[in-house]
């Protein structure tokens, strides 16, 4: 199956300000990477950069960054295009998304994703053939 992982996802990895969560985001993303093929974004690489860049405090090293955006080129990474853009505009207006979330989601569906994993959408929404589903909200979450 193939999933694609918001950008959030990542960051929460990353992320030592919580060590608990850091860890257990790091064991799902492993666990998930064995189960399905996953894809990210350009845009996911940009935001993650971001972040690490201007929201942790401290910020990451250059050097650090680019290891953890080497980590994601690991997997499948979609290009936003033009017509990527376009559509997600499009996607937008039609069922009512913020800018950003529209352009992950057509990024999911041209990458024939089955699942979308992100907690910055409605669990269980779907578009077409995809579905959100968000880790925090399952079973494995709470029982951490």
């Not at 850091?22 to 974004?41: F, M, N, T």
């Not at 050097?63 to 955006?69: F, G, K, N, P, V």
Request: aromatic fraction near 12%.
């Amino acid at each position: 199956m193939r999933a694609f992982i918001d950008t959030n996802l990542w960051a929460y990895r990353f992320d030592q300000r919580e060590p608990a969560k850091s860890k257990w985001i790091g064991q799902w993303l492993h666990r998930i990477a064995e189960e399905h093929d996953i894809v990210v974004s350009t845009q996911v690489l940009i935001e993650l950069r971001a972040v690490l860049t201007y929201k942790f405090q401290p910020a990451f090293t250059a050097e650090d960054i680019r290891t953890a955006l080497d980590a994601l080129t690991y997997f499948e990474v979609t290009a936003t295009d033009a017509n990527l853009v376009l559509d997600a505009h499009e996607l937008a207006n039609t069922e009512q998304l913020p800018w950003f979330d529209a352009l992950i989601t057509e990024a999911a569906i041209r990458t024939r994703c089955q699942i979308l994993y992100s907690e910055d959408f409605s669990h269980g929404r779907r578009f077409g053939e995809l579905i959100v589903r968000n880790p925090f909200r399952g079973k494995d979450f709470l029982e951490r």
